[in-house]
């Protein structure tokens, strides 16, 4: 099994090596950069591509929040381990809980970091094992055949008319096909996804994460890349139903207009909502519902000491009443009545 490999950031030195000193006696971890404020992590985590990354939430420049945020959106997500002072503990926890990143309070202990990583870790060669067996080994079967593939592939995706949709469509198809067929590795296909990624701004990660086949692949791609320039390509009923769902599971702690991105590409509001509950089995509306208050459940479970309008405020509730009368018609008890049975328990 490989390393992990680890980044760390903070504008303390002392705290960041004492942190490399507590990876480095983990076995199957080791660390590969530090930085010392976030705009300097930006640039070291491009030049090493961690696999995890562990920072302070105060920094100069930029903070640990602020960072992830922005390398989520560069990458496509990142797995970050968050350290807390006392002070910003309660902001962080809540931030944090909504970003699906790890946090440690100051000063760490070496077993909570230690518990952190081996969470993480998990969930990240889990993911390198599926995208295995999906689309082939790690090992190159035979390194020249796999260089030409990936040369010829860089050739057709430097040949895209970024103007012309069927063009692209047509090459992206071919792409696809003759990665499957001649079952390149999956370091060809994030390499190739990559240069396809920088003509039209792909989530890279995010699009091999939530797929299970080459098929898959392929539509999610496509359908990302409509998303870069809706204003030439016109989506049909069932990708803007796709694109609704993706926003609101993406986006829950905002309130998403289901009316407006209908409108925006020429559809009727009631048509699509009628659709999307044909082919969802739910409408746009409960979806976000059921989503939002199954986190309620989840963030409550993990802090039951939380105020209940802390927890209606991260999820996007304008008001505590509104939230407590939602989760009551889809949980059948009150906010304050599921603590309490939790506490009973």
Known sequence: MRDIKIMI??????????VEIMVNRIPGYSVVAKAYNGKEAL????????????????????SGLELV????EETGGIEAII?????DFEYARMAIKLNVVEYLLKPVNENDLRMALSKISYRILEAERVKSLIFG???YKNAESESELKREMFYLVSQIDKMNFKQIQQTCKTIFLKLEKQAATTHTLTDVLEYLGTLFDLRI?????????????YDRTMLAIKKSFPGQV???????????EDRIRNNYTSNISGKQIFEQYGYNEVYLTN???QQKGTTPKQLLQKIRIEKAMEIIRENPGIMIKTVSEMLGYPDQLGFSKVFKEYTGVSPKEFVSRLKEQ
């Open 275 to 277: 659709l999307f509950k």
């Open 234 to 244: 016109t989506l049909t009923a069932g990708e803007v139903v796709d694109l609704l």
């Open 205 to 217: 990660q995010e699009l091999m994460a939530n797929c299970s086949n080459y098929t898959e692949l």
């Open 83 to 87: 350290m807390s002072g006392h002070s």
């Open 69 to 72: 945020e922005e390398l989520n």
């Open 9 to 18: 950031v903070d504008d303390e030195p002392p705290i960041a090596d004492m």
């Open 137 to 139: 080994s790690e090992e």
């Open 43 to 62: 640039q070291v985590y491009k030049e090493h591509f961690p696999d995890i990354l562990v920072c302070d939430i105060k920094m100069p420049c930029k």
